[in-house]
């Protein structure tokens, strides 16, 4: 039999595309049994393509060479070495399997010891420690908010690793929102309502990522608020991230927007430049990478929008070392990063901007993008204006969107008085000369 | 009783590590052999222009798992034509994902959300990923920025084509490898008449392969200007 289904191969091979055989054919694997052929597809996709497209010719090909009927029959599973031959999904790896787990979706990488800690986050780390030893009780809901790879999800798994530290049996349900959609879409059409309230409601702490996702969702937004109470009257600790404050999030239910306000909401703000070198600095020592000070300041200096484009730089700066066999030096991150770093000088944005203008007057972002209207806050955010109206092609509709949803004619109006003041203020000029510099050196 | 078969279909052999010209991709092949070999988890992000080599290695990467007994995968998302968001989310579940042609979501709402879904979840499972796309994460125009910054966490590493002189040598050492020595002279008419991209200069070597043994005449440029002109 496996003489005959090499020479299948080799027809399948001469017969579709390259692509075809890289994405669809080339990931199965075949278990041979008295009965026929399984072919195991990684994932429910290629199994479906499989079936769809390629299973009648699999199966024409091996009647032909047997001179007689064959069985065929495609599943999602994988065959590994160490997973034994042929066994149905050992590792069948879709998100609502996940969620039947609890304890195992903690990722144990995250931690409060390895958090680095800064201006820009420390409310929000002291928040998530003392739910962490305080769960239920504490703040209920804490809902973390801020924009993406400043730190999140880092101390929203930090919380879980502690509470499960100082009490090894608490039952913590961690999860994407995105896996709250699809386990409740799956249980709704296997009519398993009742055993996925069940699942969310023993758990003595829930915590869910990124809910921003739950917009224009109605029937998850339903189900989660029912949860939600549950959960809250129970007093089991809920731990909520959002890219935004929650309120400004568009297709959210009011009763739920209220509800997510009822516990402490912290604001985690992009890191300043001495914690970006300091998370540089720790993430390379975790890699156990050598990697002197001047270029980890070069990293942090240049590069300020989040931490996810600092740990690329990083990994990048080591893929290229291991390959040349070099030493780190700053020569050697300059020259290795210059792409980089040339797409980040060039990529200047209105949340860039915002921030740079922040950190220059001393103020906290929020503030720049509230509604108070004093002057030390006043002018700065007319500055960022003017400056994001000057740096970047964005209208100024957009630009009155990005600063807590303004009209454009007072953009319009910023920007005018930023001219005017630039032409009579010299404070002000040199402000604004600093600030371009700062932002598109 | 079950029995085990050797791999499946065979991953082709033109697309393996050992055949892939470097030149200035050096640092990006090694990474890749770390990474199809397990010996690095960091994520690759490759980028460059189309014929520098990115779905060479990302193939070369899928043989070389499998080769060692890891489940691999590749997918070019511009293969994917209706319901883009919907195939995305229905991946994942092997050992190595090698996503081609990122490009070819950008913009797309639903597709980039399943793409950022499915990021999570193989970094969840433990599973490693490969992108390809003609420019960095911050320049395909992706809309949602928690993918773009979840691409940019990445090694990223910059292909480049091989220059001329490397396409020549390149060239040359197949033909030799097919007992057909291509001399300067030859190539320089070669070089100044076909499309220089190396898929064309293959096809090229093919069309002289079959030519010249059919005439059994060695490959002279007069030969040449009889076939091609």
């Known amino acids: 039999m496996s003489e005959l289904w090499r020479r299948c191969l080799s027809r399948l091979e001469a017969e579709f595309s390259a692509e075809d055989l890289h994405t669809y054919l080339a990931p199965l694997q075949v278990s041979e049994e008295e009965s026929g052929f399984t072919l195991w597809a990684p994932n429910a996709y290629t199994m479906e393509t499989v079936r769809e497209r390629f299973l009648a010719p699999i199966v024409e090909v091996l009647e032909h060479l047997c001179d007689g009927p064959v069985a065929v029959e495609v599943q999602v599973g994988a065959r590994s070495p160490d997973r034994g031959v042929?066994?149905?999904?050992?590792?069948?790896?879709?998100?609502?399997?996940?969620?039947?787990?609890?304890?195992?979706?903690l990722d144990p990488n995250y931690t409060f010891e390895n958090f680095v800690e800064g201006k820009s986050n420390q409310l929000g780390k002291a928040a998530a420690t003392q739910v962490a030893m305080n769960p239920g009780r504490a703040y209920n809901p804490l809902l973390l908010y801020g924009g993406t790879g400043l730190g999140k999800t880092h101390l929203m798994h930090a919380a879980g690793n502690l509470m499960r530290a100082n009490k090894p049996d608490v039952k913590i349900l961690y999860l994407r929102s995105e896996q709250f959609v699809s386990g409740m879409v799956r249980a709704l059409q296997q009519k398993g309502m009742d055993d996925f309230k069940r699942r969310f409601r023993s758990v003595d702490a829930l915590l869910i990522d990124d809910i921003q996702f739950f917009a224009g969702k109605n029937t998850t937004q339903e189900e989660f608020f029912h949860t939600f109470n549950a959960l809250f009257e129970g007093k089991q600790q809920i731990i909520l991230t959002c890219d935004r404050y929650p309120k400004?999030?568009?297709n959210l239910e009011p009763r739920l927007k209220s509800r997510l306000g009822w516990g402490l909401s912290v604001a985690i703000e992009p890191p300043d430049f001495e914690t970006r070198a300091a998370i540089v600095l720790a993430k390379a020592q975790a890699k156990g990478v050598e990697l002197p000070e001047d270029v980890a300041t070069l990293m942090a200096k240049r590069m300020r929008s989040n931490v996810r484009d600092l740990e690329g730089a990083l990994n990048t700066l080591v893929a290229r070392a291991n390959f040349e066999g070099r030493r780190i030096s700053s020569e050697f991150a300059q020259e290795t990063l210059r792409d980089l770093l040339t797409v980040h000088a060039q990529a200047i944005t209105i949340p860039n901007i915002q921030k740079t203008v922040a950190d220059y007057y001393q103020l906290?972002?929020?503030?720049?993008?509230?509604?108070?209207?004093?002057?030390?806050?006043?002018?700065?955010?007319?500055?960022?204006?003017?400056l994001a109206k000057e740096l970047t092609e964005h209208s100024l509709p957009e630009i009155g969107d990005a600063f807590?949803?303004?009209?454009?004619?007072?953009?319009?109006?910023?920007?005018?008085?930023?001219?005017?003041?630039?032409?009579?203020d010299g404070k002000l000029r040199q402000d604004w000369e600093k600030l371009v510099r700062t932002l598109t050196e | 009783m079950s029995s085990q078969l050797p791999l499946a279909l065979r991953w082709p052999a033109h697309q393996r590590f050992e055949g892939f010209v470097a030149g200035a991709n050096g640092s990006a092949l090694e990474a890749l052999q770390r990474a199809s070999r397990c010996e690095d988890r960091a994520w690759l992000y490759l980028h460059?222009?189309?014929?520098?080599?990115?779905t060479h290695l990302l193939v070369a990467a899928c043989a070389a798992a499998n080769a060692g007994g890891r489940t691999a995968q590749y997918l070019s998302l511009a293969s994917l034509r209706a319901r883009r968001a919907e195939a995305i989310r229905g991946f994942g579940g092997s050992d190595l994902l090698a996503l081609d042609d990122v490009d070819a979501i950008a913009g797309e709402r639903d597709a980039e959300h399943a793409l950022f879904d499915l990021y999570n979840r193989c970094r969840a499972e433990g599973s490693l990923l490969l992108f390809a796309a003609s420019a960095p994460p911050a320049q395909l125009g992706i809309g949602l920025p928690d993918l773009v910054s979840r691409l940019s966490a990445c090694a990223q590493l910059a292909l480049r084509p091989l220059d001329e002189d490397e396409r020549r040598a390149l060239l040359r050492e197949r033909a030799l490898a097919r007992g057909i020595e291509l001399d300067a002279a030859a190539l320089d008419w070669l070089f100044a008449r076909s499309k220089r991209d190396l898929a064309t200069l293959f096809g090229v070597l093919d069309r002289i392969d079959r030519a010249s043994l059919a005439a059994k005449r060695r490959v002279t440029v007069p030969f040449l200007r009889s076939l091609f002109d």
């Not at chain 1, 066994?87 to 979706?105: I, L, Q, Y």
């Not at chain 1, 920007?415 to 032409?423: A, H, S």
């Open chain 1, 364 to 386: 906290r972002l929020a503030d720049l993008l509230s509604k108070k209207r004093s002057r030390s806050i006043a002018r700065p955010r007319q500055m960022a204006m003017g």
């Open chain 1, 248 to 250: 400004e999030v568009d």
């Open chain 1, 86 to 105: 042929g066994k149905p999904a050992t590792r069948t790896r879709t998100a609502p399997e996940r969620v039947a787990g609890s304890d195992s979706s």
């Open chain 2, 48 to 54: 460059g222009a189309s014929g520098s080599g990115r």
């Open chain 1, 404 to 424: 807590g949803g303004r009209d454009h004619t007072t953009v319009l109006h910023a920007c005018r008085t930023i001219r005017d003041l630039r032409e009579t």
